[in-house]
Structure formats: structure tokens, C-alpha cells
């Protein structure tokens, strides 16, 4: 071989070598006929050791897998192809510093096919090290959970989540329960939302949820009182100090406000065709205090009784 | 007559509620489950054995009619029943291609009577 | 509009089926589950007609997820796996196992869609070269999100004929349907056309 051939020969090779890349190249038998210093340095086994072994010899565990069927499209149909790390795990054992390290780096691999003159094809597997972006990934995922269980609003309207709800009101239970006052709490509905939602939409159904929430929030003065999101068309209010007469007077101006917004209902089961809702009030006396499954059971009932009534009306049980 | 059981399936924990407790006041002894989604449904309803499922059309998810798609296909001999506020003949239609019943929403006392009717001959 | 006789569609058919059930056995691999896919059906059109198919009957465009890979040697085609968006999350979701909210589709799911895309078309076209025993170069895949004509027209191709395919996509009792878009130029298609029928004669032959 010319001198320039040769020398531009080894050039290549150097640069094969000293890209930041794992590069191994199979020949058409699946002989290694190329293993780069960066699968040397991760692998701790050299270049020398590598050359002229059979792949699947070197990588027994690899036959029949995702590898296997790469190398045969790359050979055969001359088909590159694209490992993720999402769907194969770490496929080759290679480690930031082996021997020290028990864990594999995160992989992400291409097998390609690579033409030589007067030769059958040869197949270049391409490693890259994707730890760093697999690791920065994960953080930022459990940050998300992390922050979506923490927080205490409801994402559509705005108001207290479910989750504020259940810890307010142990919170205000056990308030009411230490300082021998009455406690009220008011289930509320909107009356056929499954209608509204069927007729005009789940959009048009999500600003009608919305704006009762907020105009019935609106009414609440003092600041132990509190409204949640209970469910998809339900809403509860915690009143901490407040007897039965003046929780059926809350409920009362509630009910009137969201009947005041007159959001149009063609599917409203009451001649008024107008957004309503059904209020259930239960009240644990001052001197009787119940658990907290007694009293919602019993707001519960109260709103049964308000539906069955004809909805777009208040009920109240007591708690037993 | 031997106690039912009902499967009340729907997204919505009050219209849940008010099945339920229309059923009780007309049968007291009778058992009411709830699942809130069509897959729970699937999960729990060979556990449960209902002797009738009512099914809420419009829910999140698989939806009611494929979920009675799966039930009918996976245990035929239990009655269900398709529950909608929206009528629509595609519903309707379905409905009967299947062999199952369809009952408008709201629900009302009456409506769940008639429901259950054939449970008690 | 470029057709084929019954014979042939059906010749052609099989060649897919053969095609996606070794893709099945991959993602089955990976997957250490049952995976069945299968091609229903095949149709040819042109690349308007295709575009208002794959973007359904619903008045809102939905969007969808393409990969796409570009092929060229003895024909040259450009080839893109379709799901809608949140089939293609689903599958995703399924193969990798995860129990992530459908909204955050991070780039990694996006390479994960990518490898499905790749598995799956490097499978069909590879068998169509087999059996028509003709040489082609690949393409590695590109992720593709928007409407149905945007990915139809995303590889600047100025063929105007799409021979689709419907595929079925089975896993974990999920059944999703998704298609499978080849844009051929008219010799590509001529090409087709006459390796189908050299195909039948050869197994006829053997009959």
C-alpha cells in the first residue's frame, strides 16, 4: 500500500479511536474488526483482546435480542437502526469507571450498515453515553409528582382541591370537637351537569363548572370557611362555628347566586332550562360531635333528598 | 325473592348515590356496588356476580358502551343496561346490536322501578 | 388511481403480514409480552385523499404522530408510521411500562416512538426487498407531530400516491389501530407492480 493510503489510513483510525463515541465494527461473519478506545476505556477490555472474537461469543446474552435483529438488518438489508434507552436498558456492559462501578451507563445505540468496495457489508454499533440526560430526566419527572401531590388547588377552577378538603376538615373537626362548637358542612351538585355536558360540550361544561365555583366561593366571608372541589360537578363547604339556621341561610343565598348566573340549561330538568344546584347541609352540634364519615353520610342524604325533592333546592339531615 | 345485586357503574359519585339510594327504598335487602370507570367495572364485576349492571354512557376513559362491549363478550348472561342523557339513535342502536337495555338520564325513581322489574318476577 | 388486480392485493397483503409478524416478535422481545400485529387491509390513493382519512371523521383535527424513514436503492419511497397522539402515547406508555400522565411526552418517549417506527418499517420494507429481491438504503427515523397532510408532506417528496396500510396493534388486551403510509412516485409503483407478479409466479411455480 502507497505511503499517503497508509497514512491517511492511520489518520482514520486515530480519529475512530478518539471520538467521545463507543464504535464497534462487526464484519459480514460478526467478527469485531474494529473496537475503539472509548469501548476500551468503559468496558476495560482492550482493543487487542476484542479484535477477531465472535460478538455474540463476547456478548452471549445479546443473541436473539433487540442487538441481534439490528446487526442482521444492518448486514443483510442494509438498514440503519435506532436502540432507545427507554425500551433497552443498558444493553452492553459498560461502566463510567469498571470495575469500580456496579452500575451500567445509560445507552443509547445505532447499528449501521457500512458498505466496503469489494466486500460483503460490514456494521458499525454506535454507543453514546446518555446518562446524564436519562438521570436529569428522571429528577425532573419525580419533581412533577412531587409538586402535583403537594399542591392544594383544583387545576380547572381554582379553588381548594379534594385534598385540602380532607385535610381542613380534620383540621376543623377536631377544632369544633376541642372547643365545643357547632360545625356545618354543605354537599353541593349542579344540577344534570351530565346534560349540560352532553349538549354543549365537555369545553362549555368545564367554564360552567368554572364560573359556579367562583361565584359561589365569592359569597364565603370569613376565612375559616372553605370551599373544595369534592368531585367532577360537586363541591363541598366547610363552616367551622356555624349552626344549623345559619348554615341553611349560607345554603340558601348559594343556591339563589348560582341560579342568579342564569347559565342557560335546554337540557335542565326544571322549566327554568337554566344551571342550578342542589345543596345537602349537615350540622354537628356544639355538644354532639360525630366522625367525620357520619357527618358527610348525613350532607350526603341531605343532598339525596334535595334531588328527589326537584333539585335547585336546600336539605338538611341530621347527623345520628 | 332472593336479594339482588346491582353493579352501578358512573363516573359521577351523586348520580351513583341517588341509584343507589333509589334502589334501597325500594329493596332494602338488595346490594348495591359502584365502580367510578368502565375499566374498574371489567376489574371487579366476577367478583361482584351482579344480577344487573347500569351503565353510564359518557365516562372518561374507556366510556360506558365499550366497557359493555367487553362485559357482554366476557360474561353474556348478565343483564346490563345503558344509562345516557344524550339519546341518540347510534346509542340506542347499539344498544340493541349488543342485546342490552337503554334508559334515559335523569335518573328518577320511576326509571330505576322499571329497571329493575324484570329482577323481581 | 394506481390499483392491483385481487390478486395482487392479496399477494401483497401477505408480504406485510409476513412483515409486521416479524416487527411483533421484536417489540414481544422487548417487551416480554405477547405482541400481535397484522395488516387488515391496504389501499392506494393519492396524498389529499390520505390526508383527510388519517385525520378521521371528527370535525377537530387531532394530532398525530409520524416516524418516518426515507428509502432509495431500486425504488425509492418514503415510508411514515401513523398513530393519533394519544394511541401513539399509549403504545408508548405500554412498551415501556411506565405510569407517567398522558400530557408529558418527553423527548425520551419521543426516541422510544422512534425505535417502534423503526422496528416496524424497517420490517415491511425489508421484506418487501427480500421477496422482490431487490437492494434499498435506509433512512434512520424522524419523529413527526402535527396534522395528518403535515406529515404527509413533511419529506418534501413530490410523489403524489400513498399506498397505505391499515395495522392492527395488540398488547395487553389494548387493541390500537394505526397506519402505515408508502409515497411512491408512478415508476416506483410500476415497479411494485411487476415484482408482485414476478413474486406470484415464482410461488406459483413452486405450487
Known sequence: MDAHLQHRLQLLESVLCAVNVGA??????????????????????????????????????????????????????????????????????????????????????????????????????????????????????????????????????????????????????????????????????????????????????????????????????????????????????????????????????????????????????????????SIGIATQQHDRPVDISTLIGAADRALYQAKRGGRNRIHSCLPD | MTPKTILIVDDSRVSRMMARQYIVSLHADWQVEEAGTGEEALERVRSIAPDLVLMDVNMPGMGGIAAAEQMRAQLPAVPISLLTANVQTATRERATQLGIGFMEKPITEARIAQLIAPLEA | MFNLSELENDALVEIFNIGVGQAASSMSAIVNEPVRMSVPSISFMNRAEAGRLLAGREATQERICGVSQHYEGAFRTEAILMFPEDKSLEIVRLMVGEAVPLKELTEMEQEAMCEIGNIILNSCVGTLANIFQRELQGSLPRYHIGTSDEILTASGSQADTVLLLHIDFVLEKHQIHGYVAFILDMSALHDLKEQINLYIARAMGQA
Open chain 1, 24 to 277: 464497534i465494527v462487526l464484519d459480514s461473519e460478526r467478527r469485531i474488526v474494529l473496537w475503539n478506545t472509548w469501548m476500551a476505556r468503559h468496558s476495560a477490555r482492550s482493543g487487542e483482546e476484542m479484535v477477531g472474537q465472535d460478538f455474540f461469543a463476547v456478548f452471549p446474552e445479546l443473541r436473539g435480542q433487540r442487538v441481534d435483529t439490528a446487526i442482521q438488518q444492518a448486514l443483510y438489508n442494509n438498514f440503519p437502526s435506532l436502540l432507545s434507552q427507554t425500551l433497552n436498558k443498558a444493553p452492553f456492559p459498560l461502566f463510567a469507571q469498571p470495575g469500580v462501578d456496579c452500575e451500567r451507563l445509560q445507552q443509547a445505540v445505532e447499528v449501521s450498515p457500512v458498505t466496503a468496495p469489494d466486500a460483503p457489508r460490514y456494521c458499525l454499533i454506535q454507543i453514546n453515553d446518555v446518562s446524564i440526560a436519562v438521570g436529569r430526566e428522571r429528577l425532573l419527572r419525580e419533581q412533577a409528582m412531587v409538586l402535583r401531590s403537594q399542591t392544594f388547588s383544583d387545576g380547572l377552577t381554582g379553588i381548594a382541591n379534594r385534598r385540602h378538603f380532607d385535610v381542613a376538615m380534620e383540621k376543623e373537626h377536631r377544632r369544633a370537637k376541642r372547643g365545643c362548637l357547632p360545625l356545618s358542612l354543605l354537599m353541593i351538585d349542579i344540577d344534570n351537569f351530565k346534560a349540560y355536558n352532553d349538549h354543549y360540550g365537555h369545553q362549555k361544561g368545564d367554564q360552567c363548572l368554572i364560573q359556579v365555583a367562583a361565584a359561589l366561593a365569592g359569597i364565603l366571608k370569613r376565612p375559616a370557611d372553605l370551599m373544595a372541589r369534592y368531585g367532577g360537578e360537586e363541591f363541598a363547604i366547610i363552616l367551622p362555628d356555624t349552626d344549623v339556621e345559619q348554615a341553611s341561610l349560607m345554603a340558601e343565598a348559594l343556591r339563589l347566586r348560582a341560579s342568579e348566573l342564569a347559565i342557560p340549561h335546554e337540557r335542565s330538568s326544571s322549566d327554568l332550562r337554566q344551571v342550578t344546584v
